[in-house]
């Protein structure tokens, strides 16, 4: 199988913004995606927990996710403590946990059994998406754990134990030959290639002559010319090349891309994250909870400008990152 791995961030915003994870395991043979709830707190770290426990075992089930929660919480506890080490404000952090309001975040897994035999699992709006050429034409067939169409509010894993968050995990199998290219995408490529099912064909050729992030990157800005959505957006190719061992052509590397918005000033999910918990209001379905736009009662995120004037730290962003590194060196209880 021949891998490549891409993943770029909203307009106006840094990596460390970013609530999108991808991960691709060449040991398993598995590629996993998810996409952190941006309306939720520490939804970057709970998107990562997800996308490399599947990567790493081929299943995230109700059990698993019950464990993962255990070591969500304890990321989050350190992030804090870290914080507060530094002089920072974690009152709202602290706040939004104390009423169990935590992150959310969608699923999309698949394994590889053999070079041509796959089995996967779905929860949320991103999808695996299988392309099969016919002539000059592509036909696109969208594999999803979703019933509607794309909204603003979809299936979820909630990091409290108790809250099991919306929907249910959907399992898929299928298989994977010379004929076919499979692709493992977060919700805006999904929504735009199945607006534009009737003029795919471009679009995909374009997508399979991606060699690099600024690729990627320069593609998705186009296609937000074209009406796609402006949010994190994460694409996975798998190309049948007749063999199960994974050739990996490119992986962009997200800690990395993250490390340098720190380095250079960018904020961290404390900074990130969404303020006015009184907008913080329960999902109808089982009480799970995201924040809700007051204008508009659809799930929604604040402003940049509203994160940036409220939001901001008093440490200057080398300055921060400086501390990071000597606390982590000298970590103590809170």
């Known amino acids: 199988m021949r891998i490549r791995g891409f993943i770029t961030l909203k307009c106006a915003e ?30 970057a770290e709970w998107a990562e927990l997800l996308s490399s426990y599947y990567a790493d075992n081929g299943h995230c089930d109700e059990h698993d996710r019950l464990w993962l929660s255990s070591e969500w919480r304890s990321i989050v506890d350190a992030k804090i403590c870290e914080r ?7 009152r709202t952090a602290e706040r939004m946990l104390g009423k169990h309001k935590g992150a959310g975040a969608t699923l999309c ?20 998406i299988t392309v099969s050429k016919l002539e000059s034409q592509y036909q696109l067939d969208f594999i999803s754990s979703a019933e509607k169409e794309f909204d603003n509010c979809p299936d979820y894993y909630d ?30 490529l999904a929504k735009f290639l199945k607006e534009n099912l009737d003029k795919s064909a471009p679009y995909i050729e374009e997508l399979l002559r991606l060699n690099n992030h600024e690729d990627f990157c320069r593609l998705v800005s186009s296609w937000r010319e074209s009406g796609m959505d402006d949010d994190d957006t994460t694409l996975c190719i798998v190309e049948w090349d ?32 969404p303020l006015g918990v009184d907008n913080v209001i329960p999902m109808p379905s089982n009480g799970s909870s995201i ?13 940049l400008t509203e994160k940036k004037n409220n939001q901001r730290c008093d440490l200057s962003g080398i300055f921060r990152r400086l501390m990071h590194n000597i606390i982590k060196k000298n970590r103590k209880r809170c």
């Not at 999108?20 to 598995?30: A, E, G, L």
């Not at 059994?113 to 779905?122: F, P, S, Y």
């Not at 968050?165 to 805006?188: A, H, W, Y």
């Open 14 to 43: 840094n990596f460390s913004d970013c609530q999108d994870r991808f991960r691709i395991n060449s040991i398993t043979k598995i590629v996993a995606v998810s996409d952190g709830i941006s309306q939720s707190i520490f939804s």
């Open 84 to 90: 507060k080490m530094q002089g920072g404000n974690t």
């Open 109 to 128: 897994g698949v394994k590889f059994l053999n070079a041509n035999r796959w089995e996967g699992h779905i929860l949320g709006d991103s999808c695996i």
């Open 159 to 188: 990091s409290f134990p108790e809250k099991r968050g919306r929907g249910t995990l959907k399992g898929f199998s299928g298989e994977i030959n010379q004929e076919c290219i499979m692709i493992l995408v977060s919700d805006p």
């Open 242 to 273: 007749g063999s199960d061992l994974f050739q990996i052509i490119h992986e962009d590397n997200i800690e990395r891309l993250v490390e340098n918005d720190l380095i250079l000033g960018g904020r961290d999910s404390l900074d990130t994250m």
């Open 291 to 303: 924040l809700m736009n007051e204008n508009d009662k659809s799930c929604a995120v604040h402003s």
